[in-house]
T-cell receptor
Framework: DVKVTQSSRYLVKRTGEKVFLECVQD?????MFWYRQDPGLGLRLIYF???????EKGDIPEGYSVSREKKERFSLILESASTNQTSMYLC????????????FGPGTRLTVL | SQKIEQNSEALNIQEGKTATLTCNYT??????LQWYRQDPGRGPVFLLL?????KEKRKERLKVTFDTTLKQSLFHITASQPADSATYLC????????FGQGTTLQVKP
């Protein structure tokens, strides 16, 4: 079974802090994704990576950056956290095509105070 | 731009009945469509994929239909159980995967 893990289930940070969210997948998938999910807004793509050190902006990249130094690991970075970044963050991976079935991690509930 | 519509109102049904959820889309003809289940506080889990040349796909108590003329997919759960209560998301491939907002299903015993 594909397993996608995220470093934290719950995280509380203060405004202005730098925040790192880590995601690891164990199935040698090419593609990895970061989404945020908010009530009424559904899943919104923040960033996407199709290979090591390769990344592509999603629909809402502002205020975020990403890093993919190894194939299995994809990190989301909030350079200076703000209260409007309070959300559920979901990591996903998929093999081959970016439109293949995606396998999601359990999510990180981030609260920025 | 591509728009996906799922009923935002929760669907409440009695145990044993068939639940039917709808996914409508506009402005695109996806090669395939996927359905996911999401439990509260968890990530979505893939359930079924149906291709444009398939009218219907089944998996145990689940059935998905895909009507490219109507631009609609229906997701059915037969003999529903309280354990089926969750939010169900449809997703289209439009060069990237786009998710609908999901419909919450509540199955009452």
């Amino acid at each position: 079974d594909v397993k996608v893990t995220q470093s934290s289930r719950y995280l509380v940070k203060r405004t202005g802090e730098k925040v790192f969210l880590e995601c690891v997948q164990d199935m040698d998938h090419e593609n990895m994704f970061w989404y945020r999910q908010d009530p009424g807004l559904g899943l919104r793509l923040i960033y996407f990576s199709y290979d090591v050190k390769m990344k592509e902006k999603g629909d809402i990249p502002e205020g975020y950056s990403v890093s993919r130094e190894k194939k299995e690991r994809f990190s989301l970075i909030l350079e200076s956290a703000s209260t409007n970044q309070t959300s559920m963050y979901l990591c996903a991976s998929s093999p081959g095509l970016r439109t293949d079935t995606q396998y999601f991690g359990p999510g990180t509930r981030l609260t920025v105070l | 731009s591509q728009k996906i519509e799922q009923n935002s109102e929760a669907l409440n049904i009695q145990e044993g009945k068939t639940a039917t959820l709808t996914c409508n889309y506009t402005n695109y003809s996806p090669a395939y469509l996927q359905w996911y289940r999401q439990d509260p506080g968890r990530g979505p889990v893939f359930l079924l994929l149906i291709r444009e040349n398939e009218k219907e796909k089944r998996k145990e108590r689940l059935k998905v239909t895909f009507d490219t003329t109507l631009k609609q997919s229906l997701f059915h759960i037969t003999a529903s159980q309280p354990a089926d209560s969750a939010t169900y998301l449809c997703a289209l491939n439009t060069g990237k995967l786009i998710f609908g907002q999901g419909t919450t299903l509540q199955v009452k015993p």
